[in-house]
């Protein structure tokens, strides 16, 4: 037998052992082969996407390999570390060292290979059921499996050097144990870890203050720039948390006898202390990246909200907006009739004049417009029409919140610069126009009345006494994204500009081509980063296996029932499990707090269904994620 | 009356090499009986105290426990009458590293779910005979050996068991411990009347004992009493080994020609 041979039989004979590690091996490349299945996908290149979403991708995909090389890593060392007393006995014959790295480097490219092999031919079978998804989710009409070398090609690349990069670093960064530890197990060397108090509390301090600062933030805005501190907070306090308050908090339940020794508490509080003393940094890592995916998670559903609240923010398909002296006016709606009869988009024209005056009441500018107006485009809109006598006026909502604040607002004014009495006494039960296109103080005025405005305000702060707003109620409104004025885009950005142009299936492709993106990014990373926090939890509880696999032999031979067993090892598998990950659940929480009350501002949409749903996916993950390594353990523990 | 009653045992191992390690084998323990189960390797001692101990069945023949038999006991039960009749101790002490020694010692109770007045009190009774006082808040690992073996006895006796089983107790303790704790078994099995089965082939421990039990590739092979002076037994029991040990000594031919 050769020494290659016998590390080809030690893979092969040992496969049980060797699953684990070759299972999470086998996903990553299937992962990654499916992205890059994706991203080299000749529909995608040119088309809907764009070059933006290819240098995305690309991103996506780096970080994608550099987490894949850590996460390998660390399961290697795990794995090894579970294997020490093998080692030991290796060592113990006389093998060099030398040659027990040559050893591990040929297992894990035996390894490497072969989950590369299998991960590519899983990836490529699934790579259709994958496209299909993603045309769902883009809108696309057809994205076709194809066969190209390159996928393969980077993805082999990728991952052998990952393997040869993963086998030499993990033999030269483990500590080089005496045989005699090795022979014993590496997982019984007691750590002489002591927490600190004031660690412990700076720990608890950390993670408060960053929770305050970004709801601090959020409600007080010009401080916005203090948010940079909040993940500088927040991981220094995690890491804190699991190195040394969970100790100390152990420790306090420890010394109480009426709490620690009660029936099962007694042994868990112990192995959880055991636990934490020997693995506080791979908690530390298992919460950060788990708050990565969720939040990641979190914002995708918040932007998918975005999307599907967008149709009811604009209803309109094109607003044209021009002063009342602006000379391009007829030659740009003539333009735009011409463009939307060209693709053939019916289409509604409504032309409204708006007239800014001074409420007496609140000495404020009110932007008034005309009741027949207003008809022609709730007539189009299929609405419900406003009848208004002289003397009548009716305030138009910006909201639907406004909606509910103005319901049973009565107002007595008058129009300071024509001196016409108003009573505004109802509100239009609708929102009719898309945010920013009028000003927050509208209200429309009966024909009658409207006549009479001759005067316009007299304040010199405003710039357009009188407007022109020309509405174009289409409905395939997603379909107007190419329809511009033929005029250098940037003139209308300037802000003494006298028009402008709102065009709702321009900004909504922009928005969907940036939310197709983010969706792919954030499914592939989420999916990988969920993976691997729960591995290495897996791996974790591998490498302590024979500890515990001796502990539970003398627990049963002392009287454990087998019920009693798996309630033991429900207790020594919750808190490794839940505290990461409720720890990380919390940190999005409080930020999607945040975000919610930033972005209710701004674009005043809510978040909390879409947020909760996909947290309550999330938590539905790890519990399944949960009661599959449970059921794996109390496996491993009872043979 | 006998507290441990066992007939016509046998296991057989099957598998690949069928084998038979105990064979039709009958003893009885009476009640405050410190007994010594000796033999050479391989003569089936630890699957004897298994099968007493009930985490293995054998194969034919009958144990009764004060009447019980435990195997045809259902499962749960079966750990039930385990945690509350029987305590173990063992060669490699098999203390729990994570707990203290304190810990170690009430962890019978707290799985029992005892009140904690009950738990205190029996501690500090068990901690005082046992001299654990010092201890009580270390780890196994910052122990000497005698003082681990201390707390698994400490362990097997708190919960108040009717028959602790002892698998070579001394066998990795030096001479002074090794006589520290065999006196301090012997002790609590006159004081207490706690009944001890101990297996060893070690013949000073067994000279501490009541009675020696010997067995053989599986057979009872012979039994001697307790002398009045522990010398006289220590001797008895070697000659008996010597008999026992191999081929040479047993089988010197009885008729030698002229």
């Known amino acids: 037998m050769t020494f290659r041979q016998f590390a080809y039989r030690n893979v092969f004979r040992n496969g049980r052992i060797y699953a684990a590690f070759f299972m999470a091996s086998c996903f990553s490349v299937a992962v990654f082969f499916i992205y890059s299945m994706l991203m080299f996908h000749p529909n995608l290149g040119r088309g809907v996407l764009g070059e933006v979403s290819l240098v995305g991708m690309a991103g996506a995909e780096v970080i994608l390999v550099l987490f894949t090389l850590f996460f390998l890593f660390y399961s290697m060392s795990a794995f090894l570390a579970a294997r020490s007393r093998e080692f030991g006995i290796l060592l113990h014959l006389g093998m060099e060292r030398r040659q027990l790295n040559r050893l591990v480097f040929i297992e894990t490219m035996v390894i490497g290979i072969a989950s590369i092999v299998i991960g590519i031919i899983f990836g490529f079978s699934f790579s259709k059921f994958f496209f299909m998804i993603v045309r769902e989710m883009l809108y696309l009409e057809h994205l076709p499996l194809y066969l190209s070398w390159a996928p393969f090609l980077l993805t082999i690349g990728v991952f052998t050097s990952a393997f040869v990069i993963i086998s030499y670093l993990s033999v030269s960064f483990s500590r080089e144990y005496k045989v005699l530890d090795l022979l014993r197990g590496i997982d019984q060397i007691e750590t002489s870890f002591q927490y600190s108090i004031k660690r412990a509390i700076k720990g608890v301090v950390y993670i408060l203050v960053g929770y305050g600062l970004i709801i601090f933030t959020s409600y007080f805005t010009g401080y916005l720039a203090l948010t940079i501190f909040v993940p500088l907070l927040i991981t220094f306090g995690t890491y804190y948390f699991f190195s040394d308050t969970t100790l100390l908090l152990l420790a306090i339940v420890r010394r109480k006898r009426k709490i620690n020794w009660r029936r099962f508490r007694l042994l868990a509080i112990a192995e959880q202390t055991h636990i934490m003393k020997n693995n506080a940094k791979m908690f530390f890592v298992v919460t950060m990246v788990s708050t990565l995916a969720f939040l990641s998670v979190g914002v995708l559903a918040t932007m998918s909200s975005y999307t599907t609240q967008y149709n009811l923010i604009n209803p309109m398909g094109l607003i044209y907006k021009g002063d009342a002296n602006n000379p391009y006016e007829g030659e740009h709606i003539r333009s735009l009739t011409e463009q939307l009869e060209e693709r053939g988009l019916s289409y509604h024209l409504t032309r409204f004049v708006v007239v800014k005056q001074t409420s007496s009441a609140t000495k404020n500018e009110v932007e008034v417009l005309r009741e027949s107006d207003i008809n022609r485009l709730l007539y189009s809109y299929n609405y419900p029409m406003v009848n208004l006598q002289e003397g009548e006026a009716m305030f138009i909502p910006n909201t639907e919140e406004d909606l509910q604040i103005l319901k049973d607002k009565v107002v007595h004014t008058v129009l300071e610069e024509n001196d016409i009495a108003i009573q505004i006494d109802r509100v239009y039960p609708r929102v009719i126009f898309p945010k920013a296109v009028i000003s927050v103080n509208s209200i429309i005025l009966s024909d009658e009345d409207f006549e009479k405005l001759w005067y316009v305000t007299s304040d010199p702060t405003v710039a357009q006494p009188v407007y022109h707003l020309f509405t174009f109620d289409v409905s395939n409104w997603m379909e107007t994204k190419d329809i511009t004025l033929d005029v250098d885009p940037t003139a209308m950005l300037n802000k003494n500009s006298p028009y402008k142009l709102e065009n709702a299936g321009l900004n909504y492709s922009y928005i969907v081509a940036t939310y197709s993106l983010f969706t792919l990014v954030v499914l592939l990373v989420a999916t990988v980063f969920l993976l691997a926090s729960g591995s290495f939890i897996y791996f974790k509880l591998h490498a302590a296996l024979e500890r515990n696999q001796q502990q539970f032999a003398v627990l049963r031979r002392m009287g454990l029932t087998d019920s009693e067993l798996k309630k033991l090892v429900n207790r020594y598998l919750f808190p490794q499990f839940f505290v990461p990950w409720g720890l990380a659940l919390l940190h999005c929480t409080f930020a999607f707090a945040a975000l919610q009350l930033f972005l209710k501002d701004l674009v005043n949409i809510s978040i909390a269904k879409e947020v909760i749903l996909a947290f309550s996916f999330l938590i539905m993950i790890q519990v399944i994620y949960f009661y599959l390594i449970r059921w794996r353990y109390i496996a491993h523990v009872r043979s | ?258």
């Open chain 2, 1 to 258: 009356m006998p507290i441990l009653e066992i007939d016509n045992m046998t296991k057989v191992y099957e598998g690949k090499v069928t084998h038979r390690a105990i064979n039709q084998l009958s003893f009885t323990v009476e009640e405050g009986e410190f007994l010594a189960v000796m033999g050479p390797s391989g003569s089936g001692k630890t699957t004897l105290l298994n099968m007493i101990s009930t985490v293995d069945e054998p194969t034919s023949g009958t144990i009764l426990m004060n009447g019980v038999n435990p195997h045809q006991l259902p499962e749960n039960e079966l750990a039930y009458f385990r945690r509350r009749q029987l305590g173990f101790v063992f060669q490699n002490f098999n203390l729990l590293q994570t707990l203290t020694v304190e810990e170690n010692i009430i962890l019978p109770l707290t799985l029992d779910n005892q009140p904690l007045e009950e738990m205190e009190e029996r501690l500090a009774i068990i901690t005082e005979r046992l001299h654990l006082q010092a201890i009580l808040h270390k780890r196994p690992n910052e122990i000497s050996g005698g003082q681990a073996q201390r707390t698994a006895i400490g362990r097997a006796l708190i919960h108040r068991p009717s028959l602790i089983l002892a698998d070579e107790p001394t066998g990795n303790l030096d001479s002074n411990t090794s006589r520290d704790v065999l006196e301090l078994l012997m002790h609590v099995n006159q004081e207490q009347k706690t009944t001890i089965v101990m297996v060893t082939h070690d013949p000073i421990a067994a000279s501490y004992c009541d009675r020696v039990l010997f067995i053989k590739d599986g057979e009872f092979y012979n039994e001697i009493y307790k002398d009045d002076r522990r010398q006289m037994f220590f001797q008895r029991i070697l000659n008996v080994l010597s008999l026992l040990g191999g081929g040479q000594v047993g089988d010197l031919s009885t008729i030698r020609l002229p």
